[in-house]
Each structure stands twice: as structure tokens, then as C-alpha cells.
């Protein structure tokens, strides 16, 4: 019984620990790619979860987007996936064995909006705990609108995305 118990303990403390992170991420920035290099300090695995916010108006198609996350990560990087989900994000967290979504903090101004997110998901899901992280304080003042405003005026966002990202801005407004 006592050896049982033991071996499963230690079977349980191998189990690979998974979180996802979720976003619209149209598209991922800087920033994004700060939280998920944090995540990875902590977890496993971590899944981006592209999830769909019915207030935004996305510049990029989920595949874009899909495509544009995936070149940020070397061919062979097996601890991060890419994931178009539908439906309640708690419900995907579970089937997929994660306990943990991640959100990013930036400011003062995200708290309200994100603890309501995360009170709604553990409502919803008692198992599934919401895990914030604080990028570096330079990309605090990042989000997707802002540089997507920038870029579409010819404004210079090479700093705030990665390389493919600036370009597919860059094609995106050059009509
Ligand atoms: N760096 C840069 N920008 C950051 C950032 C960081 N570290 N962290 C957040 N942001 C920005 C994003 O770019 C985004 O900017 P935008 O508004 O200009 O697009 C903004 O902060 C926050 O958006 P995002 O993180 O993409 O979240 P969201 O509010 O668009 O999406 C979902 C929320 C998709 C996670 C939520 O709607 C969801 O879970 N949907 C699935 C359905 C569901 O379960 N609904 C019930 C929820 S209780």
C-alpha cells in the first residue's frame, strides 16, 4: 500500500505540466513572446491557444496568425504548440490535462478586465487555475492595436515584433 502510494506519487510529481495561453493574437508581439518565454521557465509545455474575443475585428486570419506564431519557435521547439480553439477556453484547458492559463499583466489597466476573466474561468472550471505574468517593462506599453495603428500609418514597429511579423504588417497595409 505504503509502495503504491509512493509510486504513483512519483509518477504524478514526472507527470510534464502543461498551461495554455490563450489570446487574439493579431498579432503576437514582443510581449507575447515575452510571457510565453516566462511560461516556458515554468511549465512543461505551453500551449498558444488563438481563441476568439467576439469584440475584435481580426486583421489576420486564424491560419496567418497560426503561421505567424509557429515561425517564432525553431523547427524542433516540441514545448510549444500552436491552437486555433473554439468554444469555452476552460473546456480545451481540460481536455488537454492543463491546469494553468496564462495571462500576461502589463499595467494597472489590465487588472479589472483580466480578474473578471479569470473569476468567469474558474466559475466555469474549478480545476483550471489563471497564472499572471509580467512581461519586461518595456513592452508594457505593447498591444496589437497600437502596433497595428503604427504600422498601417507607415510608423516603425521593427523593434516591437518579430522580423516575419513586420513584414506581413508591412504587406497587410502596403495596398
Ligand atoms: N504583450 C503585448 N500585448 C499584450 C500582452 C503582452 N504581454 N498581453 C496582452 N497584450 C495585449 C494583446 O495584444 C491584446 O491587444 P489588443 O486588444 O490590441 O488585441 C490585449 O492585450 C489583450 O488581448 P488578448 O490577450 O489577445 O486577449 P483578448 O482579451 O483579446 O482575448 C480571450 C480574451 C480570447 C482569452 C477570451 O475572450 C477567451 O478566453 N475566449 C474564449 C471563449 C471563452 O472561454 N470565453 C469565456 C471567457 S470567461
Known sequence: ???????????????PTLAVYPGTFDPITMGHLDIINRALNL??????????????TALFTIEERIEM???????????????????LLVNYAMQRGAKAII???RA???????????????????????LFLMPAFRWIFISSSIIKDAARHGGDVSELVPEHVNQCLKDAFSS
Not at 2 to 9: F, H
Not at 69 to 87: D, L, M, T, Y
Open 43 to 56: 511549465f512543461d509545455h505551453v500551449i498558444i491557444a488563438i481563441a476568439s474575443n467576439p469584440g475584435k
Open 69 to 87: 506564431i509557429k515561425q517564432c519557435f525553431p523547427e524542433n521547439e516540441s514545448r510549444v504548440e500552436v491552437a486555433a480553439v473554439s468554444g
Open 108 to 130: 494597472v489597466s489590465d487588472f479589472d478586465y483580466e480578474f473578471q476573466l479569470a473569476l468567469m474561468n474558474r466559475k466555469l472550471e474549478r480545476e483550471v487555475d489563471t
Open 1 to 15: 500500500m505504503t509502495t503504491a502510494t509512493t509510486s504513483q506519487a512519483k509518477a504524478l510529481a514526472k507527470a
Open 103 to 105: 495571462r500576461g499583466l
